[in-house]
């Protein structure tokens, strides 16, 4: 996950040397190591797993071994969580050899559980039946009922039902299920307008089995539970309840902690995203945006404060001949990194390429004084650039207004000869006389320093 805070040092998730060591990438056409396509992060990971079965299942696999072309998945071996791909059909056409020597059937039937498992999969089933006829807004709950698809294809959930206009499929998992059954499942449901949910007896927040975690991490890192518990809350609620547990991203300094979190919950509290066959309590995605965005936020307005302090500095000691202008260039080329790590570009050297009457007009204009400038009375500045710098006339303008500096200039207009020439000149902005065409070359940095008057930049009238 793209969290935006700094996380600790993780390793690739990929298994050293494997039999595939790279992929062919059927989206881009390139070839693709396997650490790289595997990369670091757990949830990512198992999210490409999920990707990669439900592209096998619609028939248009997503990777191929570029050595015979045969499409590929994502497995892991138990022991520390690491993955590899392996052919969907191993037929000693190539010279991989990626797969076990039992298939899906006998490892079924050596895990199968007996008695004990059919008992808990039978009464979870009526636990799920009993707590939908609870809420009168489903239809009667149908149990191993067989789904009939478009196509001819047929699914046969544990408990099936209509909620309003959606048919809703429940899936009861007590033991491991395969990722191919979970994505083809995941295709049937989509493709016939339903809505898939997995249900678990028992999820271990510190030890999940791996089915737990390809349904937990591609439904948006929420997970439903049916029990006892479950059922007496519907029968209370009159309405469908289900045990969510879910992960919550908090910010904590300059790193971010997941904080596990449960709640039962209505039908009513969850949001269902069919189109892309999730069911979620809380927002996980929408969690991580927002803190993406609050940091993103917070580290500009950092560097905006930071350019800031330098920029005053350097005019304070340019007004008093205390700066040599070699001292400048270390922390300006300090700036000009940082700021290339939000995509904008700084001059060469401080006040290059005539930015720094700009700049000092703006900061002018922000602060009420004078910055920059060895005048007497800060209508000069406005005297000098409505003469001398006229394509920084609009953004100074912008500036004034935004920082309300009308009665600062009227103030100091004893002569009224201000107030002439601002009739003259809007006279001719309004008609877009090129010669007040502002210089657009420092717009993006002027957004960014100035952000009260980014959204006026580009309305100068064009004839």
Partial sequence: MPYPFRMSARQSLAVENPEIPEVLDMDGGEAIGAAEAIGDD????????MELRASIAREKPKFLCPICQIPVYLVSRKEGRRFFFRHLIEDGRCSAHTRGELGEKEIDARRYNGAKESRDHLRMKEIVAESIACDPRFSLPKTEETWKGALGEWRRPDVQAKFGELRMAFEIQLSTTFIRVIAERREFYLREGGLLVWLFKRFDESGNRLTQDDVFYNNN????LAS???????????????????????ADGATVVLHWQRKIVSIDELTV????????FYDFDGAVARLSADSKSAREETLRRRFEAFWLDRAERDRSDERDGHDDLGPWNGLRKAFDEVGLKLTTYPGGEGSETLLNALYSAKHGKIIGWRYKKFIEIAHRIAG????????FRLALAAYDRRALILSEDQSGLWRKKVVRYKDLMDKGTLEYLPDRRFDGLVAFLFPEIADGLGMYPIP
């Fill in 42 to 49: 757990y949830a990512k990971a198992i999210q490409l797993r």
């Fill in 221 to 224: 890192r929420n997970v439903f």
């Fill in 228 to 250: 006892e518990e479950t059922l007496a809350a519907s029968k209370a609620a009159g309405k469908l309840c289900l045990e969510c547990r879910w992960t919550e991203p908090v």
């Fill in 273 to 280: 995203d069919a189109e892309r066959q999730r069911i979620f």
């Fill in 388 to 395: 001398g710098h006229k394509p920084y006339l609009w953004a």
